[in-house]
Nanobody, 123 residues
Framework: QVHLVESGGGLVPAGGSLRLSCAAS????????MGWFRQAPGKEREFVAG????????FYADSVKGRFTISRSSAENTVYLQMNSLKPEDTSVYYC????????????????WGQGTQVTVSS
């Protein structure tokens, strides 16, 4: 069993930065894929960024490439999402998820989710 807790959301002006954290309790296997998703009201949950826990390969949605950076700390059992050059369209609830089956950009395959953290970017 894995328990995920996100933090770090808030209100920032356009062009600003935020760093989200996802603290995991329980065993994270090297084959686990950790993903950040976001979901705006009335929209599907969409993939933002992901990282292979063991080797650290990273993957990004086109909409955030060059602006967001995902990383992980094995010592702290934590995944981070550094978000720079934020835009109003980045406003959403951001969720951290864990997929025991490996790489996935599809939210329905994920086994564990955090409660989400709100990110609001003002124009």
């Amino acid at each position: 069993q894995v328990h995920l807790v996100e933090s770090g959301g808030g209100l920032v002006p356009a062009g600003g930065s935020l760093r989200l954290s996802c603290a995991a309790s329980g065993r994270i296997f090297s084959s686990t894929f950790m993903g950040w998703f976001r979901q705006a009201p009335g929209k599907e949950r969409e993939f933002v960024a992901g990282i292979r826990w063991g080797v650290g390969n990273t993957f990004y949605a086109d909409s955030v490439k060059g602006r967001f950076t995902i990383s992980r700390s094995s010592a702290e059992n934590t995944v981070y999402l550094q978000m720079n050059s934020l835009k109003p369209e980045d406003t959403s609830v951001y969720y951290c998820g864990a997929d025991r089956g490996g790489y996935s950009t599809v939210h329905s395959t994920y086994d564990y989710w955090g409660q989400g953290t709100q990110v609001t970017v003002s124009s």
